[in-house]
Each structure stands twice: as C-alpha cells, then as structure tokens.
C-alpha cells in the first residue's frame, strides 16, 4: 500500500488545491471523515465545513460550501461549490452565505427541504464560530 494518495480539490472557477497526501479530513453531510491511502471506495455529498490535508507532517486547511467527494484506494477529489484556502475566508462572506441561507429557510414549506436548509444555515453558522469570525 502506497504512503499517500493523489487530493484534487475543484471549485467551478479553478483547481483550488492539487497535493500527494497522507490524509484528507472531508465535511461530509454524514459527519466528518478523513480518508487516507487504501481507502475503501465512495461518493459522499460535502457540506459547508473545513477540509484539511496532511502533506508531509504538515497541514493545510480549505473551506468548502457543499459539492462531492470521490475518494478511492489511490485518490480524493473534492468538487466543490465554491472552495478557498482557510485564511481568504471572511466575515462578509460567511453572513452573506448565513443570510441567504435564513432566506431560503423562512420560505421553505415544512419537510424534507426545509429540513436540509436548516441544516445547511446551522453547518454555516458553526463554520462562522469554527473560525472565529
């Protein structure tokens, strides 16, 4: 089994991040999960959270505001909704993703729908605090 995996992180404008890596933490809409070489193969949905990635003993850290994973033995690409480095994340930019997510929230008819918006606004919200923004 190799020692790293290929981590592609993708957002609609650019590639975000290319890197060999040791370990890939993913917020996923299941929970967070870290994939590493060998893993078993899955697609999982991304909710708006922070994506970690060890490169030789050191880390670097991305923010993601929903997407997909697809990781296998060999490799983990994000596609992302919109993807940053942690440190380009501003308050601006998380009250405006809060507020329009309150927006669809509030018209939302009860179910399912209103449900995962609700979610969505909540994993915005601890995304804020996470940062300390």
Not at 20 to 41: C, F, L, Q
Not at 47 to 53: F, H, L, S
Not at 100 to 129: C, R, Y
Request: charged fraction near 20%; proline fraction near 6%.
């Amino acid at each position: 089994m190799a020692d790293t995996m290929q981590f592609d992180l993708v957002a609609p404008e650019r590639m975000v991040h290319s890197a060999s890596a040791t370990a890939v933490t993913i917020p996923a809409a299941e929970g967070d999960m870290t994939a590493m070489p060998g893993h078993a193969p899955l697609i999982a949905t991304l909710r708006p959270g922070v994506v970690t990635v060890m490169t030789d003993g050191k880390s670097e850290e991305f923010v993601v505001t929903g997407g997909f994973a697809e990781v296998s033995a060999t490799a983990a690409a994000l596609l992302a909704e919109e993807a940053m480095p942690k440190s380009e994340v501003t308050a601006d930019f998380l009250n405006e993703k809060i507020a329009h997510a309150e927006k669809l929230v509030g018209g939302a008819e009860p179910g399912p729908q209103a449900a995962l918006l609700g979610q969505q606004l909540n994993d915005f919200m601890g995304l804020k605090s996470r940062l300390g923004l």
